[in-house]
């Protein structure tokens, strides 16, 4: 019994092999952290590409742990990995490095992970102002803890996180706006309301812990509309001065579900770049956690 158990282990273990080169491609490349050499000590990392390019011309990016490439190539505003997955890593104090996916790569960043066994993080790509040349890239972390989902199901759970690297000195309000139907009233009828506000919000502000708010329920496919504000400027009225708006329909839209947990960002230069133009405006964007 022990020789066949000996043939049956030596015949699975290239077919494994196989299988596991076969399933690998340019957007797994995290794959040698998902062993089993590490399972029993990896952290949860999803690393975000926040930053515009020098002069407003944009770049894409892979990250690297040592010499092992951990991401795919990420676009300026991308997150990595998707959906709601995270690149398994070892956990400890890591040489990391970002570097553009040109034929002969640039490295902009050059640095460390520090982690935490079993605990999760958003890993976010940041610059100094566009005033400083050359630019100064960074990364900028943050935890993400996922229990929050289990204090209520009904809810959904977000948090906002400004990286917007020439943010006014008094920061940004964000506010989250949801449309409800009127029960009893003729159809279409609906009534407007801002649920949840952050407030003189600055780079790298905001809070990492995520907060309750209602969710959609399955059948309502309408998001939440998001509004990035100047700071105390009036919610959702004539004349306030809206830097970026997410409308609750069409690409993009923020539909918060059940159980769900949400981190909504903003990024992009304050005046644009080039300086005045309407490239790398305010932009908002999210991704889901849980």
Known sequence: MKNISNFIKKAIFPILGIVLLASCDDEHDFTPYETSEISSNAANVK?????VGPNGTNFSVNYFLGADKISGAMASGAQYPIPANYALVKSGTQPLSVRTTATTPVTVFEGSLTTELGKYYS????????????????????NDDLSVANIDKTKAYIRFINVISNT????????????????????????????????NVTFKGGDEKFVAIEAQVGTDTRGYQIQLRTAGAPANLPGATVVANQANSGTGVFVPRAGRIYTIYCRGIADGLPAGSTTNKPAISWYTNK
Request: charged share 10%.
């Open 47 to 51: 690393f975000i590409h926040a930053v």
């Open 123 to 142: 890993n976010f790509l940041v610059a100094t102002p566009p005033s400083v040349t050359p630019p100064v890239y960074s990364t900028y972390q943050i």
């Open 168 to 199: 006014p000195a008094a920061g940004y309000d964000l506010g989250l706006i949801k449309e409800t139907s009127l029960a009893g009233t003729a159809a279409g009828a609906i009534t407007t309301k801002e649920v949840y506000t952050y407030r």
